[in-house]
């Protein structure tokens, strides 16, 4: 079955720096795009950055951009983000996202999977 567990959120100072493990399990993980989400309190789940399969294509919302890193090592089948220069706007639960093609009684389409959640916290 499909797994995602996400890794390494806490507690920084604003400016400071931290990066989360996504580790996968249950699919093909080199043949995958791998995104990462966010949900800040109050707000929608927000797509933070992904990444493709083969790592050639990275892309990251604009508030994020130039701070964080998506990357992944497809030999051990896990996706990261490196955080820096932490805002406390970035406070927030982190999620690991990607599709699936699942195909029950042989009808197939791409099915989203989620991983727990990692919270981050940036306070003085």
């Known amino acids: 079955q499909v797994q995602l567990s996400e890794s390494g959120g806490g507690l920084v100072q604003p400016g400071g720096t931290l990066t989360l493990s996504c580790a996968a399990s249950?699919?093909?993980?080199?043949?995958?795009?791998m995104r990462w989400y966010r949900q800040g309190p109050g707000k929608e789940r927000e797509l933070v950055a992904r990444?493709?399969?083969?790592?050639?294509?990275?892309k990251y919302s604009d508030s994020v951009k130039g701070r964080f890193t998506i990357s992944r090592d497809n030999a051990k089948n896990t996706v990261y983000l490196q955080m820096s220069n932490l805002k406390p706007e970035d406070t927030a639960v982190y999620y690991c996202?990607?599709?699936?093609?699942?195909?029950?009684?042989?009808?197939?389409?791409?099915?989203?999977?989620w991983g727990q959640g990692t919270q981050v916290t940036v306070s003085p």
């Open positions: 996202n990607t599709e699936v093609e699942v195909c029950p009684e042989n009808v197939c389409y791409d099915r989203d999977y």
């Open positions: 249950g699919f093909t993980f080199t043949r995958h795009d």
């Open positions: 990444i493709t399969s083969t790592g050639d294509i990275i």
